[in-house]
């Protein structure tokens, strides 16, 4: 016997008997600019009230109508404290539309500072323009904590499916409640560059494995012995990959490798200690590292390319305009967000419950200006004075 997807969320709902049903109602232009209003309708069971929250918070009814509408005016700690209670009472449970021209998909970054993250939305929102949908845009800004209140957040606006690009499910530790929580209620979930095998969900990531060879292969094609790996933390899954693939495939048997973090300042000091071990050339994790790789080589009174090649990952919009400009890895972003909004899609009336899928895809060396062949040899000096305020 064949269930309609909406009957399915229709017996969650009753299961919890939930008094109050929440019914978005959002108009988004072309541009991305979304307007959102909620409102909150009366069920015909008897269950969890505002009244309820309320006691059980010590708080107001309408502090807590203002938390569930995604209102201000309510501290940090009195927002979670409601959210949390109202998940554990099935207030957060939500009633996805179909797919239609007022559906919306909520897709979540860890910050707008790398420029990386606002091309993933922008090739997101774009995909699904195409198939008559709308994007809501959260920020988890690097907590845990934050990525679960972005996805409630999601929820409460009535997301159909949620993207999550670069999050804590990459980690090795992570808490996977929130997204436990979306599968049970039948919401497709999409992960981006970070595989569980503990999580049904839709897996794109980019293959890091080859992103590390195509490099390594460059390099050793232009006559460096000793490449260094600039790379974040080491406990999140694309970084394994790519000290695996690093350490797999990389010349010599010297092979320095320093974990620090995808910023400019984490890719200053990482150039500086893989020169000072003998690197006459550095693979970035980030085109953001590498432009901190490029200065914290010239604060040591050295050149690029002439005395340090270095190669960034992502090929962000300036990475053509820096000084040289910069050799990177090309991430098929455009490819990988159209399958993530496809895969975010996939929850219309007819559809089943979302399986785990997994997709791969492989980026594309650019080279340009930022690496050369080996220098001779290499004098390094003390490292100047720099400016890491990027």
């Not at 501290?75 to 949390?84: D, G, I, Y």
């Not at 990459?170 to 808490?175: F, I, L, T």
């Not at 595989?195 to 080859?210: G, N």
């Not at 300042?265 to 500086?272: D, L, N, Q, R, S």
């Amino acid at each position: 016997m064949k269930v309609h997807r909406a009957e399915l969320r229709r017996k969650i709902v009753q299961e919890f008997a939930i008094t109050y049903s929440l019914q978005p109602a959002v108009r988004a232009g072309r541009g991305g600019a979304i307007a959102t209003a909620i409102t909150w309708g009366r069920g015909g069971r008897v269950g969890t009230r505002l009244v309820d929250i309320a006691a059980e918070a010590g708080v107001s009814e309408a502090t807590v109508s203002r938390v569930l509408n995604g209102r201000g005016g309510v501290n940090e700690a009195t927002r979670r404290s409601v959210l949390e209670i109202a998940r554990r009472r099935g207030r957060l449970a939500p009633k996805a539309p179909a797919v239609s021209e007022e559906t919306t998909v909520g897709a979540i970054v860890p910050d707008l500072e790398n420029p990386v993250f606002g091309l993933w939305l922008e090739r997101i929102e774009a995909n699904l323009h195409e198939n008559g949908a709308a994007l809501l845009v959260g920020m988890r800004a690097r907590t845990p904590e934050r990525e679960r209140e972005a996805i409630d957040r999601l929820l409460l606006a009535g997301a159909a499916g949620v993207i999550v690009v670069s999050g804590f499910h990459a980690r090795d530790e992570a808490a996977l409640d929130a997204y436990r929580d979306l599968a049970r209620a039948g919401i497709p979930l999409v992960l981006v560059n970070g595989v569980r095998e503990d999580l049904e969900a839709a897996f794109v990531s980019s293959d890091d494995a080859h992103a590390i060879s195509a490099s390594l292969a460059h390099l050793q094609e232009l006559g460096h012995e000793t490449v260094g790996l600039a790379v974040g933390d080491e406990h999140t899954w694309p970084v394994r990959r790519k000290v695996a693939a690093f350490e797999r495939s990389g010349p010599g048997s010297h092979r320095p490798i320093a974990f620090t973090d995808f910023t400019y300042a984490g890719g200053f000091e990482a150039a500086i200690e893989l020169v000072r071990q003998g690197a006459s050339a550095i693979v970035c994790g980030s085109d953001v590292m590498a432009a901190g790789a490029l200065e914290g080589v010239r604060s040591l009174g050295l050149s690029v390319p002439a005395d340090v090649s270095v190669i960034g990952f992502d090929d962000v919009p300036w990475a053509a305009l820096t000084a040289p400009a910069l050799t990177t890895v090309r991430q098929s972003v455009d490819q990988m967000a159209r399958a993530a909004a496809r895969a975010a899609l996939s929850g219309g009336e007819d559809s089943r419950r979302p399986t785990r899928t997994e997709l791969e895809v492989k980026p594309q060396l650019i080279v340009r200006a930022s690496t050369a062949a080996a220098p001779r040899a290499v004098t390094v000096g003390a490292p100047r004075t720099a400016s890491m305020d990027r």
